[in-house]
């Protein structure tokens, strides 16, 4: 007589096998599902962080700075950059008009990046980015 239990052990292993295997599968080939996005007035609200804003007018470089970096890890599409330099020919720090040159990785993911040189440009103290890609 055959022992039934080794064979429906096996089975059970394999099917198990077999279906986390799929289920990685089909995780790389599905639509890539982003994350909801947040201001950075929200980070900086929901974050204990030091180098909060508190008087519009008393922004430094260095503050906007932080802000700008905050910006550049919140997009997905932003797989990394040089170091921010702060323009003066562009900015106007009195109107809160701030601009800062990077070279970015640029791409759906770090493998797949193009490094751009690119600007980021603040109308409101840092509030709100813009990037631009230069030629």
């Avoid at 790389?28 to 508190?54: A, Y």
Wanted: glycine fraction near 6%; hydrophobic fraction near 40%.
């Amino acid at each position: 007589m055959i022992n039934i239990r080794p064979i429906l052990a096996l089975l059970i292993i394999s099917i198990g096998f077999l279906i986390s295997i799929s289920v990685v599968f089909l995780d790389l080939l599905g639509p890539d599902i982003p994350l909801p996005r947040k201001s950075i007035s929200e980070i900086l609200k929901s974050s204990d962080t030091s180098f909060k804003i508190s008087s519009k007018k008393n922004a430094s470089i260095s503050t906007t700075r932080k802000l700008a970096k905050l910006y550049l890890n919140q997009e997905n599409l932003v797989h990394g950059y040089s170091n921010l330099d702060f323009n003066t020919n562009l900015s106007d720090t009195d109107s809160g008009n701030f601009t800062f040159l990077s070279a970015l990785c640029y791409g759906k993911s770090e493998n797949d990046c193009i490094y751009l040189n690119a600007y980021l440009k603040s109308s409101d103290y840092g509030e709100t980015w813009e990037i631009g890609l230069l030629e």
